[in-house]
């Protein structure tokens, strides 16, 4: 049916020569679109009765009442309220949170050690006492959100520059979230959509008090590992557990003993009923970031530059971090959290681009540009308006060309490559400080020497979380490997002079230039660095090469930054004028807003796929495919050896189903919900507001949807929680996590 609908709807504009816009889809396929919750109601509330809602609106989206907006967690590690890494869901009275094993595979990374691996055979806290602590760890909750648009737009004016726009907005932002803050009871935030055209008020509160509770093996929890990932079928039991913790009031509270888990206003109850094809399915949680507005330039310069520059630089990394990971169990435990981290959109890339060429996205895109324009060009108005807004796009990606390969390789292979730089990057600013204190005199003096002393400290502090998991060789392998192909890569003139010298002073042997400045530095030996903070002189780090090296980096990232920043105004302001037309144009169609890590709710059903002629992939997968796939040479294949017992024995309690009068065991379904990053870990909810699953990845036909929605591809992987429950109680034998959800059977 979607399928037809949207070749009836494109044949049908070719007709009269025009293209249909792959976002115009959300106006017959209610598939598309990550969509607000206070405005579900009145632009979704009918379809989504349609195709089988049992809910009321307002026991999904109510601000003076328990709805189902207050199960849903968002994840940060310093960001909220600007953005979540991840989605969890509340699942009992006592705080619990589900999300998924990726999503807390950092926290797992941190409390592992060689003798107690927890990425190697799983965490499962027996009592509250065990369940462990996890600092920076935020879980927000969205209190209420409201539509600030005309308050915003009251503050600007049609001929002001974009710096004053800019700075407009930022000032009447901070007055909006000052007021909505309730002297810091809150955390509010304003976010722009639409490109700037409407803007929206979220306010959220926010417990630090987050605990590791259970996390299967990672035979389980990553099984498939990089090999399966986005693709389908998937038997990947994507979970892991945390809680929420409150001061004993019942208000959020730092890590304290005398913490209590939290009493939510709702949590979800767990659905045991299982999936069928065609059932209502909806995911609510904090998409991260899309770009379907996004013109045919920048999905040019995606496919052309940016995506395959980004894949090959990723593909040195892992390969250099997987040849120590494989050597040593030591290093891959330190190594396993950024190995998987790169290694995610390594493949995300690689597969956006085969599907933005696939699909003929930039195609797609210049039809929808052409018929805009020529709407545009029917009146004065709106060429007055509207009509500069291509020409700025276009002209804006042109210059964009000089100085993108360098901005790409200075992120990924630079900022983002040995680590040693950007630690040592971080700790320049003591240079200045020292300096102050030098200079100054009398209570000057003693102000500047309390902020170095501070500054020391914070140094310290970090130095201990920097040197857990760091490896010097593996970064010096990293350092003569990324570097290299750095300077291999970008033109010489656009390099910083400091590391073009130092390359000359080695003769181009990057191994020998790595082994130097490793060997000088104080930021690759913790003792050397204590040693420093303990005798701090300023002239130790003016001398140091990593400094040296790191700070002429920086300015090349400045430089570059501030050559785009004019560029990025004016392709943005064009950006402004293209959607804003675009919406003109189609008055009457249901624009969803890109997604910016607010939360969402998408909705749609249960449903297979055909990912190419003569194949057909079934809506679900069982732990038989689990079996079938094992490799006990590939460690991404690995099976263990008590959930194979569980299997021969068809253990599966009252979580396995007859299939054709064999018992089975779901692993995982696909749903035709629209997700993106961000919404790793959002519950999956079936018609009466129960979980039936945890969504945790897309699938690799459509991996060009975060630029172009494809409802006929377009797949949600979810992992059955049916498989969850079983893998906690009878894996794991956690059966108390089990007594205290509210089951529906």
Not at 97 to 103: E, G, M, S
Not at 646 to 656: A, E, I, M, S, T
Not at 660 to 666: H, T, W
Request: with cysteine; aromatic share 10%; glycine share 8%.
């Amino acid at each position: 049916m979607l399928k037809s609908l949207r070749t009836l709807a494109i044949a049908l504009l070719l007709a009269v020569g025009a293209l249909v816009p792959r976002f115009s889809v959300a106006a017959n396929v209610p598939d598309e679109g990550m969509w607000l919750p206070m405005f579900v109601e009145r632009l979704n509330y009918v379809d989504m009765q349609k195709m089988g809602l049992k809910l009321t609106a307002q026991e999904l989206y109510d601000v003076n009442h328990s709805s189902l907006k207050d199960a849903i967690v968002g994840l940060a590690a310093g960001s909220a309220p600007n953005g979540y890494f991840c989605t969890g869901e509340i699942v009992s009275d006592q705080g619990l949170v589900f999300t998924n094993h990726h999503c807390g595979f950092n926290n797992l990374q941190e409390h592992s050690s060689l003798e107690h691996d927890y990425l190697k055979d799983g965490f499962w806290a027996m009592s509250y006492e065990e369940e462990l602590p996890n600092e920076g760890l935020t879980a927000s909750f969205l209190v209420r959100m409201e539509d600030v648009t005309a308050r915003v737009k009251a503050t600007l004016t049609d001929d002001m520059t974009e710096e004053a726009r800019a700075e407009a907005i930022e000032k009447i932002s901070g007055e909006i979230q000052k007021e909505a803050s309730d002297n810091g009871k809150y955390d509010p935030i304003v976010k722009s959509f639409f490109g700037g055209n409407e803007f929206y008020l979220f306010v959220y509160q926010t417990y630090r008090d987050v605990r590791l509770v259970g996390a299967p093996p990672s035979s389980v929890g990553k099984f498939g590992g990089d090999t399966d990932n986005w693709m389908w079928p998937r038997h990947t039991g994507d979970f892991c557990i945390f809680r929420v913790y409150t001061a004993p009031d019942g208000s959020p509270a730092t890590y304290n003993k005398a913490n209590v888990p939290m009493k939510p206003k709702h949590h979800l109850p767990v659905s045991i009923k299982g999936v069928q094809k065609d059932d209502y399915a909806m995911i609510w949680g904090y998409p991260g970031s899309t770009d379907r507005f996004l013109t045919s330039f920048g999905v040019q310069l995606a496919i052309d530059e940016s995506n395959p520059t980004t894949v090959s630089i990723r593909d040195l990394k892992l390969r250099l971090m997987k040849e120590d990971m494989d050597a040593d169990p030591r290093i891959n435990i330190m190594y396993a959290a950024k190995y998987a981290g790169t290694a995610n959109y390594w493949k995300y890339f690689i597969g956006q681009t085969r599907g933005l060429k696939r699909l003929k996205v930039v195609d797609e895109k210049k039809a929808i540009e052409a018929t805009l324009m020529n709407w545009i060009d029917q009146t004065p108005e709106r060429k007055a308006k509207y009509g500069d807004a291509m020409h700025m796009i276009k002209q804006g990606y042109e210059e964009l060309k000089s100085t993108n390969l360098n901005s790409v390789y200075l992120s990924e292979a630079v900022l983002q490559g040995p680590e040693i730089i950007l630690f040592s990057m971080r700790s320049s600013g003591l240079i200045d400080l020292m300096g102050m204190v030098d200079k100054a005199k009398g209570e000057d003096k003693i102000k500047a020497q309390e902020k170095l002393k501070g500054a020391l400290a914070r140094l310290q502090k970090r130095a201990g979380d920097f040197y857990k998991d760091f490896n010097v060789g593996t970064d010096k392998k990293l350092f003569a490997g990324l570097l290299a192909m750095y300077y291999k890569n970008i033109p010489q003139e656009q390099q910083p002079k400091a590391f073009v010298k130092m390359v000359d002073k080695y003769d181009g042997d990057f191994n020998k230039m790595a082994a130097e400045l490793y060997d000088k530095t104080i930021f690759a030996d913790p003792n050397r660095l204590n040693e420093f903070i303990a005798d701090p002189k300023a002239k130790t780090l003016k001398k140091d090469p990593m400094i040296v090296l790191a700070l002429a980096f920086r300015e090349a990232y400045m430089t570059v930054a501030q050559e785009q920043a004019p560029i990025q105004t004016n392709i943005d302001k064009g950006n402004r004028l293209f959607i804003a037309a675009l919406r003109e144009m189609k008055p009457d169609q249901k624009f969803a807003p890109d997604a910016n890590s607010t939360m969402r709710v998408t909705y749609g059903k249960v449903l297979d796929y055909y990912p190419a002629d003569a194949v057909h992939y079934d809506f679900f997968t069982t732990l038989d495919g689990v079996m079938e796939k094992e490799d006990p040479k590939n460690e991404e294949f690995i099976v263990d050896p008590k959930l194979k017992e569980l299997f021969n024995k068809k253990d599966y309690g009252r979580y396995g189903v007859k299939i054709n009068g064999e018992d089975r065991l779901v692993t995982c379904f696909l749903t035709t919900n629209d997700i993106t990053g961000g919404n790793s870990g959002s519950p999956v909810i079936n018609a009466n507001g129960e979980l039936i699953g945890l969504a945790f990845d897309g699938n690799w036909e459509a991996m060009s949807g975060d630029i172009a929605f494809e409802p006929a591809l377009q797949r949600t992987i979810c992992a059955d929680v049916r498989y969850v429950l079983f893998i906690i109680e009878k894996l794991g034998g956690c059966k108390r996590l089990i007594d205290e959800m509210t089951i529906a059977q």
